[in-house]
């Protein structure tokens, strides 16, 4: 049977720099039931593994001889496995993201071990375009089938939910208009944000869940229920390599109070294990990689078909040597190597001016005297509602998602335009660092908020010298005439006639030609 639901979206817009809040039209969100799984079906699947029947008992059932050939053994599941998953508060009604991947499927199998009532509900956010020849099947179908599967094993509804125009409008549409100008975003913590924790909370706000629970590897501490004020924490994950705590970190208090993380507590190689204990179907599938609403679609051409190709040139940062053309800046993020082809490298793009379509390069991005440790951020979200006071507490940053802290210092400032922004100074250099990009903040393993990185390294940037600026600016690019030929070696000379301009012209140059917004 199929359910019809009628809900107005609220999405929240962050970007750029003020909150932003807007309605968008409301929309059919149409809910199909799959309650007509039949667990025979999934006979030789199921689990003997049960709910617990009290807060000390093991999630497993004693295994009997009588057992049919075709159930599996009872195998026991060591209680600490269920820390995330609020035993002790059962039964809580709640809502599960399920994308059909084992990470998704193991914590629905956690929090039903703990005892709590579950609904599963798989998010259609794929969409074809003219991107159909692509496929050899619908993109979701395999997923859907494996999330069908996994819940037929222990009985628990399984709801699709359709939100490829909310997607599309909040997340894809945002993307496409960051690359045009220059900047690099990040899918996954717009995802969350408004789709996931955003646009899905609102499509099901009338079903009246305790907690939406996914495979995130993240913590949420919630405060004593006598304490209903007192704000929800995200803290690391037990598992620091996978920690997600990076794209959660620009989630409001009020979405982090309703989220349960079950895989927190685990690592992965643990949660792999589990899956083989549950008999999940999908127990041997591979972890997603890239964008997902991609698919098999490289990212270049999905670039390519939304923003288009224009030619532009490629110069020497430290000489403003013509090396050549490329298909358009916002096909290039800074500290990218790749796709240049560019004899004599690696070359490392340092640079973009947006208003000409120039893209920098350098094979020196490595270089001691190119300190990059200062930058800023807006759009500034904390849990707690106000910045970190340092005074107590060493403040740590993450730049991208992955298990390297940087210690830093942040700096609470106001723009032109009274807004808000943070000056980041880290202990050490990093060479990756992109506008777009997030900057999440820690205090010891709580992440304490995030904002959006508006420039990369200090005032100055990348130092580019006042020739290259001049080509740049040049109307007529075709007056440079033919590509230099590149040697496997630096010209000494070249780079000098530059050094002693770059001072004086660098910061001016910047705000008339935008380069790097």
């Known amino acids: 049977m199929s359910l019809r639901t009628t809900v107005m979206s609220t999405i929240s817009l962050y970007f750029p720099p003020n909150p932003l809040r807007r309605k968008i039209a409301s929309t059919a969100i149409t809910f199909r039931r799959f309650y007509s799984l039949s667990t025979a079906n999934f006979q030789t699947l199921t689990s003997t593994i049960s709910p617990l029947s009290s807060p000390n008992a093991a ?17 026991t599941i060591d209680l600490r496995y269920l820390s995330c998953s609020l035993p002790e508060k059962r ?114 706000g009338d079903m009246k869940f305790d907690f939406i629970a996914s495979g995130h590897y993240a913590k949420v501490v919630h405060p004593d229920s006598s304490d209903k004020n007192e704000p929800s924490t995200l803290a690391l994950s037990k598992d620091t390599v996978k920690d997600q705590t990076y794209f959660l970190s620009h989630l409001s208090q009020s979405q982090l109070k309703g989220l349960i993380f079950p895989l927190g507590c685990i690592q992965k190689e643990e949660v792999r294990g589990l899956a083989k204990i549950f008999e999940l179907p999908n127990q041997d599938r591979k972890d997603s990689q890239g964008i997902c609403f991609l698919g098999k679609i490289k990212f270049s051409e999905f670039v390519a078909r939304h923003i288009g190709e224009e030619e532009g040139v490629i110069l020497e940062a430290e000489s403003g040597d013509f090396l050549g053309t490329h298909r358009g800046f916002w096909f290039y993020t800074i500290g990218q190597r790749q796709g240049l082809r560019l004899p004599g490298g690696p070359w490392y793009v340092v640079e973009k001016d947006v208003q000409n379509n120039v893209v920098f390069v350098s094979r020196n991005y ?12 807006g759009s500034l979200r904390w849990f707690s509602g106000f910045p970190p006071r340092q005074s107590t507490t060493q403040l740590q940053c993450k730049v991208r998602h992955g298990p390297g802290l940087y210690n830093c210092d942040l700096a609470i400032e106001e723009d032109g335009n009274g807004d808000e922004i943070g000056v ?21 393993s709580i992440c304490v908020g995030s904002g959006v990185i508006l420039e990369s390294w200090d005032d100055q940037g990348f130092p580019v010298c006042a ?16 590509p230099v030929k590149i040697k496997n070696e630096e010209s000494d000379h070249s780079k000098d006639n530059c050094e002693t301009a770059i001072i004086e012209d660098r910061q001016s140059q910047r705000v008339t030609n935008s380069v790097v917004q």
């Open 59 to 75: 999630a497993v059932e004693t295994e009997s001889p009588s057992v049919s050939s075709n159930s599996s053994s009872a195998r």
């Open 91 to 204: 039964p809580l009604k709640v809502a599960v993201l399920l994308s059909g991947g084992v990470d998704s499927s193991v914590a629905l199998r956690l929090l039903h071990a703990a005892g709590h009532s579950c609904t599963a509900f798989y998010l259609k956010i794929w969409f074809q375009e003219d991107f159909e020849n692509f496929w050899t099947e619908c993109p979701w179908e395999e997923d859907l089938k494996y999330a069908k599967a996994v819940c037929g094993q222990v009985d628990v509804p399984l709801e699709v939910v359709h939100l490829t125009d909310e997607y599309w409008n909040n997340v894809v549409s945002f993307i496409i208009n960051e690359y045009r100008n220059g900047r690099t975003p990040n899918p996954d913590v717009l995802c969350n944000t408004r789709i996931k924790f955003g646009a899905f909370v609102d499509a099901i």
């Open 424 to 444: 980041v100074k880290l202990s050490e250099d990093d060479q990756g660092l992109a506008a777009g990009q997030f900057a999440a903040f820690y205090q010891d």
């Open 467 to 482: 020739k290259a600026i001049e080509i740049a600016n040049m109307k007529d690019k075709s007056k440079i005439g033919k």
């Open 366 to 377: 490595f270089s001691v005297d190119k300190r990059r440790r200062t930058f800023r951020v």
